[in-house]
């Protein structure tokens, strides 16, 4: 399932870079709006983000340790 050489399946990887750019751009909106609605859309994308790099951790400890 890895291309990469990594072990880390293609879609896993591309759902952690897509909730890297929704969490930077929440972070950057929470720095200029500081409203409630732009704290919790950027609480919403810090989950997503956490979520998708669980699955990282998940990926990676089925992979034989070096």
Known sequence: ???NGAGIDPVVRDR???QIQAF???LDEA???PSA???DRLR???DELMRAVAAV???LGKQPSS
Request: zero cysteines.
């Open 31 to 33: 720095a200029d709006d």
């Open 37 to 39: 609605d732009a704290q």
């Open 57 to 59: 951790m998940l990926e």
């Open 16 to 18: 952690v870079i897509a």
């Open 44 to 46: 919403e994308a810090a």
């Open 24 to 26: 930077e751009e929440a």
């Open 1 to 3: 399932m890895a291309t």
